[in-house]
Each structure stands twice: as structure tokens, then as C-alpha cells.
């Protein structure tokens, strides 16, 4: 069973910058896809970046630029750095993880088995 425990989120003034972890657990495995993805008050869930273990990165386009993730495989740990940010980055982030499998082109919520608790994040004008 993959568990993941996110960190990090809080609020910050527009232009700042975050930093969001997520460590995974209980996946002995070599392929899998894992991402982030985030979810504003009264809109869908949206994916913001994902890599996998090919090495594949993705990111929307609405963050590609600002936001940089990568992952510590010594740690089994994954992080999206967020640089430049707005206030219609607020929202609740949320980890996510699918094992087997590398990202597909367009990650979208079904495509992921395993998910964090989530991690708010408020940007401030």
C-alpha cells in the first residue's frame, strides 16, 4: 500500500515563493508516474506537474516557468518548488501517485490510485 505524507504550503505574498514534499512510502517497485495536482474552491482538480520514472517531466502551462518539480529518490521524496507566484495559485495541493506505469500524456485525477492529504496554499495580493 503507497502512502503519501505531504509537507510544507502555508500562505505567502504575490511574488513569492513555496515549497511543497511529499514522501512516499510502501512501493518497492521501479515504474510509476507521480505528480501534483491542485483543486480551488468550486473548480475540477487540476494537474500542475508530474515526472515518473523514466524521467518524463510535465507541467501545465499555467505554471511552466514558475514551478520546478523534482523528486529525491534517496528519500523517496518528491517536491514542487513554487517561484513567482499569484493568487490564482490558491488552492488545496494535493500528491499524487500511480504505480506500473509512467505518466500519460495529459495525467488526470482517475489516472492516480494514491493520494496525500493535501496541502493548502494561499497567495495573497
Known amino acids: 500500500q503507497v502512502q503519501l505524507v505531504e509537507s510544507g504550503g502555508g500562505s505567502v505574498q504575490a511574488g513569492g515563493s513555496l515549497r511543497l514534499s511529499c514522501a512516499a512510502s510502501g512501493y518497492t517497485g521501479s515504474t510509476y508516474c507521480m505528480g501534483w495536482f491542485r483543486q480551488a474552491p468550486g473548480k475540477e482538480r487540476e494537474g500542475v506537474a508530474h515526472i515518473d520514472s523514466d524521467g518524463n517531466l510535465s507541467y501545465a502551462e499555467s505554471v511552466n516557468g514558475r514551478f520546478t518539480i523534482s523528486q529525491d529518490n534517496a528519500e523517496n521524496t518528491l517536491f514542487l518548488q513554487m517561484n513567482s507566484l499569484r493568487p490564482e495559485d490558491t488552492a488545496m495541493y494535493y500528491c499524487?501517485?500511480?504505480?506500473?506505469?509512467?505518466?500519460?500524456?495529459?495525467?488526470?485525477?482517475?489516472?492516480?490510485?494514491?493520494w496525500g492529504q493535501g496541502s493548502q496554499v494561499t497567495v495573497s495580493s
Open positions: 499524487a501517485a500511480a504505480v506500473g506505469w509512467v505518466c500519460p500524456f495529459v495525467p488526470r485525477p482517475t489516472d492516480f490510485a494514491y
